[in-house]
C-alpha cells in the first residue's frame, strides 16, 4: 500500500538540541497527523493540521501544513529523553471512509 | 476513563489457521478502525466501521474481514493466515466518521508460524 515519504529515517541527537522531520506526498491531503509511538504501544496523536500553510504548535513541538498540500513538517525544540520514539506522519484525504496514509517513520534517538 | 482496549495482546497462530481480534472503542465513539503495522514500516489501513456499517476499505485481501457491533466494539477476522500477516493490528476510535481525531489502542502483537 501506499506510504508517505518521510525523512530522515533515524536521527541521532544530543539533548537539548531541536529535530526538524518532513513528510512529502505524490498525492494532496486535506489533513495531515503527526503521531508518535512508544514501544509496544500504539501511535498516540501530537499535532493535527487542517488548513493549507496552517502552523500549529503544541508544548515544544510546531507542525506546518504545506502550501501545496502535499508536504508537512514537525520541529520539537529543545530535545528531552522522553522525546525518544518513532514518529509518524499522517495524511487523510477527506471524507473519513478511506483512513490514514501513513509515513514509515523517523526514529528518533538521543545520546546522553 | 478507559482507552481503546485490545485483546488478546500477543498471538501465535499457525499458517492457514484462522484469528480473531477485538476492540472496545472508547466510550461514546462510534468509528472503529483498523490498521496493519508491519515492524519498521507504518500501520496501514485495512477497515473503518461506523454505526456497525462498513465505511472503507484498503488494499487487503478478501480473506480479512471486519464487523462492528451495537456496542461499537469491534472484530477483525483474518483467515487462511500467512506468514506474511505476522504484524501488529491495531485498532483506532473516533467520534465520528469525519472525525480525525483517532485514538489508537495498543496493539496485537500477531505472529504467524
Known amino acids: 500500500g501506499q506510504q508517505l515519504n518521510q525523512s530522515p529515517q533515524s536521527m541521532f541527537i544530543q539533548e537539548g538540541e531541536d529535530v526538524s522531520m518532513n513528510c512529502t506526498s505524490s498525492?494532496?491531503?486535506?489533513?495531515w497527523l503527526w503521531y508518535k509511538q512508544d514501544p509496544g504501544e500504539g501511535p498516540v496523536l501530537l499535532i493535527a493540521?487542517?488548513?493549507a500553510g496552517e502552523l500549529t504548535s503544541n508544548g515544544r513541538l510546531t507542525a506546518q501544513f504545506g502550501i501545496t498540500r502535499k508536504d508537512s513538517f514537525l520541529n520539537i525544540s529543545a530535545s528531552i529523553p522522553s522525546d525518544v520514539g518513532i514518529y509518524f506522519c499522517a495524511g487523510h484525504w477527506g471524507g473519513g471512509a478511506d483512513g490514514l496514509t501513513f509515513g514509515k517513520g523517523t526514529h528518533l534517538i538521543i545520546q546522553p | 476513563d478507559a482507552g481503546v482496549t485490545q485483546s488478546p495482546t500477543h498471538l501465535i497462530k499457525t499458517r492457514g489457521q484462522h484469528v480473531t481480534l477485538r476492540c472496545s472503542p472508547i466510550?461514546?465513539?462510534?468509528?472503529v478502525s483498523w490498521y496493519q503495522q508491519v515492524l519498521g514500516q507504518g500501520p496501514q489501513f485495512i477497515f473503518q466501521?461506523?454505526?456497525?456499517?462498513?465505511?472503507g476499505r484498503g488494499n487487503f485481501p478478501d480473506r480479512f474481514s471486519a464487523r462492528q457491533f451495537p456496542n461499537y466494539s469491534s472484530e477483525l477476522n483474518v483467515n487462511a493466515l500467512l506468514l506474511g500477516d505476522s504484524a501488529l493490528y491495531l485498532c483506532a476510535s473516533s467520534p465520528g466518521q469525519g472525525s480525525y481525531g483517532y485514538t489508537f489502542g495498543s496493539g496485537t502483537r500477531l505472529t504467524v508460524v
Open positions: 493540521l487542517y488548513k
Open positions: 498525492s494532496i491531503f486535506n489533513t
Open positions: 466510550s461514546g465513539h462510534k468509528s
Open positions: 466501521y461506523y454505526e456497525k456499517e462498513e465505511r
